[in-house]
């Protein structure tokens, strides 16, 4: 069964520490995507992958990197956690060069940082 | 860029009323419409998919329809239950491209 698992599923950071977030996949899909859902914003993409080795900016990248060390592992990392980084994050994940599919999600990380 | 306008932030009804959510988009391509449902606790997950070829999709009693000439899409359903309670974005994506766009969500409340 098609799925994508994040971890940790919650997490609380302190201000200026370091915060890995990681998804793994099992839809042998070339495409991954990291977004943050805040109220009144919706969802909001800050970084994908089209494959191993490959990351792009999304529309919010400023202070968020991403690293896809295989074809089912995307990580998030916040080097210097900020208290404007408190959200959920989500991790979803695609066919590549195919937006007429839909990306498939995780259940989410929910992060407070203190 | 492609972008997707959701006006509707939150809709309150009681069960057994009718649906009716309306989002518009821009897109200089030939775009596939989403609306995505999300429970509490949960990831968004694939309501409905509607392609310039068919117009119309329907799941789970909902329907969407869309329209090129006012480059606008809406779901609806005729009957709705508590259960139906939850966020639904509504969600544009292009063939031969690698991101879709949300919109900002409507919260549905169904009131028993």
């Known amino acids: 069964e098609a799925a994508v698992t994040q971890s940790p599923r919650n997490k609380v950071a302190v201000t200026g520490g370091k915060v890995t977030l990681s998804c793994n996949q099992t839809n042998n899909h070339n495409n991954m995507y990291w977004y943050r859902q805040d109220t009144g914003h919706g969802l909001r993409l800050i970084h994908y992958s089209y494959g191993a080795g490959s990351t792009e900016k999304g529309d919010i990248p400023d202070g968020y990197k991403a690293s896809r060390p295989s074809q089912e592992n995307f990580s998030l990392i916040l080097e210097l956690a900020t208290p404007s980084q408190t959200s959920v994050y989500f991790c979803?994940?695609?066919?590549?060069?195919?937006?007429?599919?839909?990306?498939?999600f995780g259940e989410g990380t929910r992060l407070s940082v203190l | 860029g492609n972008s997707v306008t959701q006006m509707q932030g939150q809709v309150t009804l009681s069960e057994e009323e009718f649906l009716f959510i309306n989002c518009t988009y821009s897109t200089t391509g030939y775009p596939t419409l989403f609306w995505y449902v999300q429970y509490p606790g949960e990831g968004p997950q694939l309501l409905l998919k509607?392609?310039?070829?068919?117009n119309k999709g329907s799941s789970r009693g909902f329907e969407a329809t869309y329209d090129k000439g006012t480059t606008s899409f809406h779901l609806q359903k005729a009957s709705v239950q508590e259960s139906d309670s939850a966020v639904y974005y509504c969600?544009?994506?292009?063939?031969?491209?690698?991101?879709?766009?949300f919109g900002t969500g409507t919260r549905l409340q169904v009131l028993p």
């Open positions: 969600v544009l994506g292009e063939t031969n491209t690698n991101k879709v766009v």
């Open positions: 979803a994940s695609g066919v590549r060069d195919r937006g007429d599919q839909a990306p498939l």
């Open positions: 509607v392609t310039t070829a068919n």
